[in-house]
């Protein structure tokens, strides 16, 4: 064992020295290797105080040589666009009968760039260039501009619009080729540096150029049409009342109304969203002066005929109202200025109201003599005739009568008076009290008349019964009879049994000669007439028998008396005329007043004279035939 530790101690001495030995090694390369560091920081400051003047350079050098790059390509870019101004020359010079569009619009593009490319340079040596190129864009937006006028004169022929509307075809556009054409010019017209400052579409040079061209052409085409819009009123019968469709104003205003639809169709390819409205009104201003200037005329005629043609204002109002609402649909600033024109035909038409109603009332109260044949008088028929042709204007009599109110044409209202709406009334039901009203204050003056100028019954019974049958008829036969109140009708009636009465009232004096006394309790002489116990019929010859002698000479003085009485009522009747209706009416209730009276009597007195016929005249068939024949 001691051996065994002497031997394991020997061992780690011997470690010990290895290791102290291997540390002297370490420390001596420790101390070359910070010699090492030391000569090499000395020697890279030696190199940095070499290198750093070389750096300085280096990098100024550098810059040096940005700055001559940069120089290089301003003196480039200052270059390009003189060389670009010789190259655009050409292709623009050349026009663009030999140039396509859009290589001529892309070169245009180029030598716009190229001049402000020229002016944000500020050199004096390019002032000679800009002007060069300034003047050759000027040419090129000059051929451009004849351009645009050139293809829309192609299809600013004028055209003929009633042949389109009688045959029912659509109006012209302008055709794609030339609506795609003209849509590349305008573009670049309305995009070009030369157009930005102009803040108004309106001074655009396409804006001007298309409605110069454009504008004419559409007056132009509805000039025909305008004219005759005037010329078809002219009256050849001043009495004569407007009938619809006469004028050609709905013709007129159709054949406006498409071509300006087709016009706002052509606007909308070509140009920008913004540009269509004030385009279109721009375009169509002439056009729609010429409308203006037809409506104009058009109300200088009617108010010189008023009492005629306030017919064809009830047409225009409607007409021309319906134009500007359907043509806002498509440019809203058309439908006030075509309202504004329309109003004074709309305050005409509202004073014609009171002046139908003044005309009739002051017409009836100036009749100086009535018909001797107890006919109409042609006021009743006038009159009647006006409210017949209102009833073709009820759309646009409702909105006047609304704008007049109820009643508001009595009194006299003036032309352009200002009145209330009337919204609390439907337009039929405002009607229908002015064709009461009419016909009323007809009604009224002509039984007044007839009263004051006709002395017999008859005549006066027949001639308003002839009346009030005649407004009758014209109210039944016509759209009238949908429109008339309860009260027009029942004053119709009254009027018509006032006539009958007075009619039959006539005959009362012929048939208070067909009255006698019986006496029913007497057994001879006048009492009640024997009957014949097989036909059940008077027995005249045993009454007339059993007649004192002075009973017998009144019978034949009344007999005598009824002869001449009814034959003068006869002749007198006979002397009138009647409506049939009036007749078929006077017939029935004179044989129902007449005929039993004298049937009675001339059962029971006609053997008076015994069949001879000196003192009875009429047998009953006779009376009968008599009193049908009126």
Request: proline share 3%; with cysteine.
């Amino acid at each position: 064992m001691p051996g065994m530790t002497r031997v394991t101690h020997t061992e780690e001495s011997a470690e010990v020295e290895v290791l102290l030995a291997n540390m002297e090694k370490l420390k001596g390369l420790t101390k070359k290797i910070h010699g090492s560091l030391g000569r090499l920081d000395s020697s890279g400051r030696s190199v940095q105080a070499a290198i750093r003047p070389i750096y300085g350079n280096t990098s100024r050098l550098q810059v040096t040589n940005s700055n001559i790059e940069k120089i290089n390509q301003a003196i480039e870019n200052i270059r390009q666009p003189l060389d670009r101004r010789r190259k655009e020359e050409d292709v623009i010079r050349a026009g663009l009968g030999r140039i396509e569009l859009a290589d001529y619009v892309a070169s245009m593009d180029r030598s716009s760039q190229a001049l402000e490319n020229l002016r944000n340079t500020n050199l004096k040596s390019n002032q000679e260039a800009i002007a060069e190129l300034t003047y050759i864009l000027k040419f090129g937006t000059a051929e451009l501009e004849n351009a645009f006028r050139d293809t829309l004169q192609q299809e600013a022929a004028p055209l003929e619009p009633l042949r389109y509307i009688t045959k029912g075809q659509p109006f012209p556009m302008i055709s794609e080729q030339n609506s795609s054409k003209l849509r590349y010019i305008n573009k670049y017209m309305t995009n070009s540096p030369s157009q930005r400052p102009m803040q108004q579409s309106e001074d655009l040079a396409s804006f001007q150029i298309y409605s110069e061209i454009r504008g004419p052409y559409l007056s132009t085409s509805l000039q025909n049409l305008a004219q005759a819009s005037v010329s078809t009123v002219r009256k050849t019968d001043s009495s004569a009342i407007y009938r619809q469709g006469t004028s050609g104003i709905g013709t007129y205003a159709t054949a406006l109304e498409q071509m300006f639809a087709v016009e706002y169709e052509n606007i909308c390819p070509i140009f920008n969203r913004e540009q269509w409205v004030r385009l279109h009104s721009l375009t169509t201003n002439d056009a729609t002066s010429q409308l203006f200037s037809v409506l104009k005329d058009l109300h200088s005629h009617i108010k010189h005929h008023v009492i005629t043609d306030c017919f064809l204002a009830f047409e225009i109002v409607e007409i021309v109202n319906g134009l500007s609402f359907r043509l806002e649909g498509k440019n809203p600033e058309l439908r006030q200025p075509v309202q504004d024109a329309l109003r004074p035909i709309r305050e005409t038409a509202k004073y014609s109201l009171s002046r139908l109603y003044d005309d009739t009332k002051s017409r009836v109260n100036a009749l100086m003599s009535l018909p001797p044949d107890g006919t109409a008088v042609p006021l009743t028929g006038e009159t009647m005739q006006r409210l017949q042709t209102m009833t073709s204007y009820l759309q646009p009599l409702s909105s006047i009568l609304a704008s007049v109110g109820e009643g508001g044409w009595r009194g006299g209202s003036s032309a352009g008076a200002a009145s209330k709406l009337d919204v609390g009334v439907s337009g039929n039901e405002l009607f229908s009290a002015y064709a009461d009203d009419m016909i009323g204050v007809l009604l009224q003056g002509i039984e007044s008349k007839a009263k004051s100028m006709l002395k017999g019954k008859s005549h006066q019974g027949v001639f308003l019964a002839n009346n009030a049958t005649v407004v009758e008829r014209m109210i039944f036969t016509s759209d009238l009879t949908n429109l008339v109140a309860d009260a027009t009708r029942n004053r119709l009636n009254d009027m018509l049994k006032k006539g009958v009465t007075l009619y039959t009232d006539a005959f009362k004096e012929c048939a208070g000669y067909l009255r006698d006394v019986l006496y029913t309790n007497r057994t001879s002489g006048t009492g009640r007439p024997a009957s014949n116990s097989i036909s059940g019929s008077t027995d005249s010859m045993s009454i007339v028998k059993n007649l004192s002698s002075k009973d017998r000479d009144a019978t034949k003085e009344k007999f005598k008396n009824f002869n001449q009485s009814f034959d003068e009522i006869m002749a007198r009747c006979r002397g009138l005329k009647m409506e049939n209706e009036v007749r078929d009416l006077m017939v029935k209730e004179v044989v129902q007043f007449v005929e039993p009276l004298y049937d009675r009597f001339w059962d029971r007195y006609h053997e008076i004279d015994k069949g001879k016929g000196k003192y009875v005249k009429y047998d009953k068939k006779g009376l009968r035939q008599a009193l049908h024949s009126l």
